[in-house]
């Protein structure tokens, strides 16, 4: 049974950190794949930043150089260092995998988390 469990999610106030987990299991978690998305309310699920298998990094220019995505495949777990947190970053936080490169697409996800609620106040 394929499983995504984020967590790490809170309230915090402008300019605080975060860092949320995503622990995977029932499924081959170093070939996939991985990448955060977030959900505000009204709006549509978006790609926060990937993580190809080699370790190669990408982030939404939202996020960029705020936010730091990694991977441990020794533990099938994957994060998110979110830094310097601003008002517009409040929404639910889904951590997804991917067997295709263009994991920042929410039509190329093969499995989703359950989502953790990030809160910035100002």
């Known amino acids: 049974q394929v499983q995504l469990v984020e967590s790490g999610g809170g309230s915090v106030q402008a300019g605080g950190s975060l860092r949320l987990s995503c622990a995977a299991s029932?499924?081959?978690?170093?070939?996939?794949?991985m990448a955060w998305f977030r959900q505000a309310p009204g709006k549509e699920r978006e790609g926060v930043a990937r993580?190809?298998?080699?370790?190669?990094?990408y982030y939404a220019d939202s996020v960029n150089g705020r936010f730091t995505i990694s991977r441990d495949n020794t533990k099938n777990t994957m994060y998110l260092q979110m830094n310097s947190l601003k008002t517009e970053d409040t929404a639910m936080y889904y951590c997804?995998?991917?067997?295709?490169?263009?994991?920042?697409?929410?039509?190329?996800?093969?499995?989703w988390g359950q989502g953790t609620q990030v809160t910035v106040s100002s």
């Open positions: 997804a995998a991917s067997l295709l490169v263009q994991c920042d697409l929410v039509t190329r996800i093969r499995y």
């Open positions: 029932g499924y081959p978690f170093s070939i996939y794949y």
């Open positions: 993580i190809y298998r080699d370790g190669r990094k």
